[in-house]
Every structure is written in structure tokens, then in C-alpha cells.
């Protein structure tokens, strides 16, 4: 398994050059990138702004492991109205396109929501309808990305869908492409459920693995912290991976930032990380 830190590690603002050269000198063997609505990689890209960010990573020695967003917080692939949802799709093919041409072979798919708690005045979707909606948009979008090869990665987030591994092994089976399944967080199952037991569950339909932390006891958004200052079983965590085959890449998403010198959290994520695979650092 090789080490990626996702870009939202990084100080908000900060040029994806400078966030790629503080990832390569951490010890970092990828960077996950970020589509967002507007900016330098956004919406309103084009193709030979791809190539240059692309070239940038080569440059460096380091690979683009994934193509994230949060854009699909503010546009929903569940929501009860049905321009937004379609604003999502066209957001999910522009990522897929996006990726393609930075040589990327994964894409995160935040799948909707019933409720975000996190959100004020989050619409709240029947649960039903919500799977309705996010099995028929990610079932249109398999072709795409069949037609890209480049993959989908569903991601177990705080959205009250896809509660359980069983589910999401069930919803990603009915959609019946090699090129949709999972973007596993680890440290996201961790207040209801146990990493490894998902991990076991959805095996082979593991696409790419989010490591962060979370301690129990103090709840919330709050729970989120620093590698192994948790309580995630990363011994576990690993043998599980180990024991289904996976080999890519295991991409660090930290929250929340840190106050202060806040670039050191991307050298302590790297040494964290080194540990838990077991390298010498």
C-alpha cells in the first residue's frame, strides 16, 4: 500500500504546486485533488489547465491518486428537486472527464443524503426516494465511467444513507459495474459500526481507503483526530486490507485543520502513516 494525502490537508488558498511539493518533501507517494465550483481546479477548467496540473505531478515525481469534491454537499444526487440532482450528474460526469485527463483512475462520489446534520437547514430526503435517486444517477454515470475507465468510488460519509456494510455491498451490486464501487473511510464508520468489519464485507468492491481517526467518547465532529490518536484499530485495519487483496493507495483525510503552523500536519500525518504501514522512518 502506498501513502496520499488529500488536498484538503492543506491551507485553504494554497496553490496546488506548493501543496504538491510539501506532500512529495512529507514523504508522500500521491495527492488526492479536489474539484471545486470555481478556482484553480474547478467547474471552469478546461483541458489544457488539466494537462498542466498533470504535468506538475509528474514533474514532482508524485501521482494524482483521486479526484475528490465537496460539491455534492450543495448539490445532492438525492435532493427533492430535480434540477439540483441534475446539476450532481453533470458535476459526477465533468469529475470522471476531469480525471480521465489527469490520468487519474478514481473519482469520490459523496451518493446524497437523507439528512446532513452538519449542514444547517439541510433538506431531509424519505429514505426510499433517496435510494431511488442515487441508484438511478450512479447507474446512468456507470457508463461513463466504463466508457473513461476511470472508477466511481461511493463514500461512507455522515449523510444517514448507506448506513450499514451490507447495504452498501447491496447498492453497489445492484448497480452492476467493475467501474462503481467504494471509497471506504476508515475513521468515518467508527461512531456506529468497525472498520474491519466493513472491510471484510465490501472487499474486491473497494475501490480506494480514506485513513483518519476518530475517538468515540468525545462525539461529534469533534471526534476527529489526529492519526492513531484515536481509536480506529489500525493493526486491524491493516490485516483486513491485507487479507482482501488490497494494494493501492491509502489517502490521509485530516480533520480538523491545525490553529497553528498548520503545514505540520501533513510531516505528522506522513510519519503516522509511515508507522501504521510499518515502514522505517
Known amino acids: 500500500m502506498k501513502k496520499g494525502i488529500n488536498i484538503w490537508a492543506f491551507p ?11 506532500a512529495k518533501d512529507a514523504g508522500f507517494e500521491g495527492i488526492e485533488l479536489a474539484l471545486n465550483e470555481i478556482g484553480e481546479l474547478s467547474l471552469e477548467s478546461n483541458e489544457t489547465e488539466m494537462f498542466a496540473i498533470r504535468k506538475q505531478a509528474k514533474d514532482m515525481q508524485l501521482e494524482i491518486t483521486s479526484l475528490a469534491t465537496g460539491l455534492y454537499w450543495n448539490y445532492s444526487l438525492t435532493s427533492n428537486q430535480e434540477h439540483i440532482r441534475n446539476k450532481a450528474k453533470d458535476i459526477m460526469k465533468k469529475q470522471l472527464q476531469f480525471a480521465s485527463i489527469l490520468g487519474v483512475d478514481t473519482i469520490l462520489v459523496v451518493p446524497g443524503a437523507v439528512g446532513v446534520d452538519f449542514i444547517p437547514d439541510s433538506e431531509v430526503v424519505p429514505y426510499d426516494q433517496a435510494y431511488d435517486y442515487a441508484l438511478e444517477a450512479l447507474t446512468e454515470c456507470a457508463s461513463e465511467a466504463e ?34 464501487g467504494a471509497y471506504f473511510d476508515v475513521g468515518n464508520v467508527l461512531y456506529s459500526g468497525y472498520s474491519e468489519q466493513w472491510i ?8 480506494k481507503v480514506h485513513f483518519k481517526d476518530y475517538r468515540r467518547d468525545a462525539g461529534g465532529l469533534h471526534g476527529f483526530v489526529d492519526l492513531l490518536a484515536g481509536d480506529v484499530d489500525y493493526p486491524v485495519v491493516i490485516a483486513a486490507l491485507q487479507n482482501i487483496g488490497y494494494n493501492g493507495y491509502v489517502t490521509a483525510e485530516m480533520i480538523p485543520p491545525y490553529k497553528h503552523h498548520s503545514t505540520q500536519i501533513i ?13 522505517n522512518i
Open 12 to 22: 485553504e488558498g494554497m496553490k496546488i504546486s506548493e501543496c504538491m511539493t510539501i
Open 147 to 180: 466508457h473513461l475507465k476511470v472508477s466511481i468510488g461511493i463514500e461512507n460519509v455522515w449523510n444517514k444513507f448507506l448506513l450499514s456494510p451490507l447495504e452498501m455491498k447491496g447498492f453497489i451490486d445492484k448497480i452492476n459495474s467493475d467501474y462503481v
Open 200 to 207: 471484510h464485507i465490501l472487499n474486491t468492491r473497494i475501490k
Open 267 to 279: 510531516y505528522n500525518t506522513s510519519q503516522s502513516m509511515s508507522r501504521i504501514l510499518k515502514d
